[in-house]
């Protein structure tokens, strides 16, 4: 798995970088223009979910994928691999994760309360995710998007589970200066993490 995304980083990062010099621009300009106070890492987790949208957007695109052709028979496609098998982690768990941080941002974004409001952005998303990849050579799978639904419902629930631990701590911990200080920590490690990709 951390060969595969390694492959799309190196893949994506020229599209990586000029649409987010863009976002970043717009954003400046879009703050100082309506006199909207500036939040780093509320800047920061806004990026992050751009990034995290193109990053989707090349691996469900990603032609260098085993398909077995269209499946419109729930559970099928899961239940073929053997628990703990690299099949079962690189297409059953990787399509419930792929879409975990998806629930998250959207709830953060959105403002969702409801898990019926997720499920229907998950199914939608996810439908339309198929659908494409029907028509560009790859496979609609039924099961693809009941583990996206699963994968986008966790994110809602960690979503709601952190929102509501952070709003009961003491309020120094709810001062955007120290959640500024972790999005910098959040950088420095993602910074070295991909550093170290071309160094080793």
Not at 4 to 12: G, K, M, N
Not at 105 to 123: D, N, P
Not at 128 to 137: L, P, R, S
Request: with cysteine; glycine share 6%.
């Amino acid at each position: 798995m951390k060969e595969l995304f390694t492959e799309i980083f190196t893949i994506v990062w020229p599209t990586l970088v000029i649409i987010l010099a863009i976002a970043i621009i717009l954003r400046i300009f879009y703050l100082k223009n309506n006199k909207k106070k500036f939040i780093f890492h509320e800047e920061f987790f806004l990026l992050l979910f751009l990034t995290y949208i193109l990053v989707l957007y090349e691996l469900v695109t990603y032609q260098d994928v085993h398909t077995y052709g269209t499946n419109f028979l729930p559970f099928r496609e899961i239940l073929r691999y053997d628990f703990g098998s690299y099949g079962f982690y690189r297409q059953v768990v990787g399509n419930i994760l792929i879409f975990l941080p998806f629930g998250y941002f959207v709830s953060r974004y959105v403002k969702i309360s409801k898990i019926g409001s997720m499920f229907i952005i998950s199914l939608l998303t996810s439908s339309i995710i198929e659908t494409v990849q029907y028509f560009i050579g790859r496979c609609f799978d039924i099961d693809d998007i009941l583990l996206n639904i699963t994968g986008g419902i966790l994110g809602f629930l960690l979503f709601i589970g952190t929102d509501a631990i952070r709003k009961k701590l003491p309020s120094i911990f709810q001062k955007d200066f120290l959640y500024n200080i972790l999005s910098i920590i959040v950088i420095i490690i993602l910074a070295l993490y991909f550093l170290g990709i071309y160094t080793f």
